[in-house]
C-alpha cells in the first residue's frame, strides 16, 4: 500500500503516469469517499487549512462545480480563478499565472485549459501538485476515472469489460483518457466515430479497435460511452449536420440492442438530446449519466486526498 | 592585405576532387596557392597556422537564416547570428526576408549588407521577397533587388498559392540570375497545425499537419517547374514522399535543388516528447520512415545542401502553451557537430559533408566561395574532428536559446573560421 502511494506522481496529468494498482487504489479511496456525501454533515476536516486554487481557463459548469464541492467536502479552503478579462497576450499571462499562484502558496492547483499540454507546463514550475481539469483535447483524467468508478460500481470489475466510445475521438479528452485507463484495467475498448473525427493510429496508440460506424462497436459492449458533439470546437465542417449525425451515430434504442441487455449509457455531459443520445435513453433505466456526476465528485475528493496528503508516505519515507 | 600559411592540414575540398594533407597560402584576402605539404617556406607567409590534425575546409555556408534584424533584435542581431554562424564554422550566411519590415525592396537589402559589413563577421548574403510584402501577389523588382545585392528570392514561411504567380517568379527569378528558394506548406491542409500528424499528435491531443502538406506543395512546384522550366530551389524537405518526388524530377532533368536540416535528420515527432516546444517547427519533425528516407537522399545526392532554418525565438514565443509556442529552432552552433556525427557514423564521407555545407550552396546562390581554389575567398573552416564538447545554452553566441540539442556530447566541431583571410 504505502509502495503504491509512494511512488504516486506529484501531479495528475493523465492516467498514463499510474500503474493498475495506483488506479484501483484511486478508486477504492473514491469509494471510501462516497459515504462523506450521504452524511447529514457532509464534511470531514481531512483537508482543514489547505488552499485548493481552481482556476478554470476554459468554460465548464460541472467539472467546477464537482471539484469545489469535492474540496469543501474535505474541509479545504477554495479560490476559484478565471482567465477571462485578461489583456496580457496568452503566453505572458499563463507564466504570469503560474508565479502569482505559486506566491499564494496554495496546497493545490486544479487547472482546465483549452491548450493541450498545459497542466505539465504548470506542474514542472509549480512546487505544489497540479490536477488536470480537462486540457485542449488531450487528458480529462478525472472523468475517465469517474466513468470507470461508475462502471465498476455496476458491473463489479472493470477487467474483461467492453466499452464502446462514439462521437468525436480526435478532439475528446474524454475518449483519450478513457482509453488509456480502461485499457489499464483489463477492459477492451472500442471506438467509432465519422473519418472526418478519427485521430491517426488510433489502434497503434491506445490498442484500441476502432470503427467508422458505431454498430460494430457497440456490438457485444458492457458500456456505450457517447460523446458529445462539440460544434464549439470544430473548425470547418466535419459532418454534414446534427441530424445527419444522430442517423449514423446517434444511439437510439434500437442501436443499443447490439450491446449486452444488461449495457449501460455513459455521457461525459452535457448531453446534447437528439444528436448524440435519444431523449428516450436519457431516462433509460440503463442510462447511469446522473451517478457519473455523483462519483465524479468522490473521485476528485480522492485525488485530492491523495495528492495533497500523500497518506502512507511519511513512514514510508 | 596580410599573407597567412595553413599547414599540414587535411584539406577536403570536393571542387578540386581534394582529400589529402595540404598546405595552403592566402594574402589579399584570397586563396593564393595549395601545394604538397612543406611546399611553401614558413617565412613566406607574415603568419602561419598549423592544422596538424585538423580538416581544413572551404568556408561552410548556411543557405537558410533568420536573422531577425530588423524588427525582433530581441531574437537575434545579424551582429549575434553572424556571430553564431562563425562559432559554428559558417563562414557566410544566407538571410531569410522575413523580418519587420520584410526584406522586399533594394533599400532593405542594402541596410542588410551594411549591418552584415559593421558586423565584421561571416559574409550575409540576402535573400530577398519573392513577392511584395510577402503576400504571394505581386512579384518584387527582382533586378533592383539584385542590383542591390540580393542572391535569391523567397517567401519562406509561406508558400505562393497561385501558381501563376509561380510560374512568372520562376520565369522572371530566371530571367534576373536569383535563386527562387520555395516554403512548399499546402496551407490549408495544414492550418492549424502544431505538429506532424500521427501518432504522436493523436497522442498529445494537437492539431496535425500531415506529411500531405509539404508532398502536394513540392508535386505542384515540381510541375510548374516543368512547365517553366527554370530552377526552383525547395527549403527544408522533410518528407520521405517530397524527397521521393523531388528525386523523380531530378531524374526526369527538372531543374530543382532542394536542401533539409540537421533536425529533420537527427530527431522525430517522437521528440517533441511533453509538449516540448524546441522540438516545434514547420516543417514538423516527422516519422522515422521520412527520417531514414533523408538520410539516404543526403548520401545519395538527392538532397543538394543542408541548412539549418536558424530560426532564433524568445522564451516569450516559446514558453507559452505548446500550441501557441512559435515554429522553429537554431541551429548555426550545432550543424556541423551534427554533420560531424553523420561521418562518424559513415553514412556520409568528409567531402560529400564539405558539397552539402559550403560547395552546393555556392554553386546554388552563385556567390564566391564553396572552393579552396586559387582565386577563390580566403573563407575557410578549421574543424578539429576529435574535440569533444558539450553544446551548452551558456556557450552559444546566438541572442536566444531555443535548441533541442543542448546537453548532447558531441565529437568534433570548427576550432577556426576565417573570412577573408581574417579569423572571425
Redesign the interface.
Known sequence: MSDIVRTFPKDLIDLDQFSPEQLTHILDTAENFKEVSEREIKKVPTLRGKLVVIFFHENSTRTRLSFEVAAKRLSADTVALSASGSSLSKGESLLDTARNIEAMHPDALVIRHGASGTPGFLGRRLSFPVLNAGDGAHAHPTQALLDMLTLREVKGRLDGLRIAIIGDIAHSRVARSNMIGLSKMGARVAVAGPPSMMAVELAETYGVEVYNRPEPAIEGADGVMMLRIQLERQTGALFPGNREYALVYGLSRERLKLAKEDAVILHPGPVNQGVELSPELYEDRRSVILPQVTNGVAVRMALLYLLIERPGQAEAA | MTSLLIKNGRLIDPSQNIDAERDLWLAGGRVKAVDRPGAFSSGSAEKNIDAQGLWVLPGLIDMHVHLREPGHEYKETVASGLAAAAAGGFTAVLAMPNTSPPLDNAQEVAALLERGRAAASARVWPAAAMTRGRRGEDLTEYQDLKNAGAVAVTDDGSWVRNPKVLRRVLDYAAVCGLLPLCHAEDHDLA??GAIH???V??????P?IPAQAEINAVTRDINMVELSGRPLHFCHISTRGAIEAIGSAKAKGLPVSCETAPHYLFLTHEDVG??DPNAKMNPPLRGEADRDSLLAALADGTVDALATDHAPHSS??K???????AFGVIGLESALPLALELVRRRLISPSRLVELMSLNPARLLNIPGGSLAPGQPADLTLVDPNLAFTLRPEDSRSLSRNSPFWGRDFVGRAVKTLVGGREV
Open positions: 492550418e492549424g500528424e500521427g501518432r499528435s493523436t497522442r498529445l491531443g494537437l496535425g511533453d509538449y516569450l514565443e514558453d507559452v502553451e505548446f500550441i501557441d509556442a
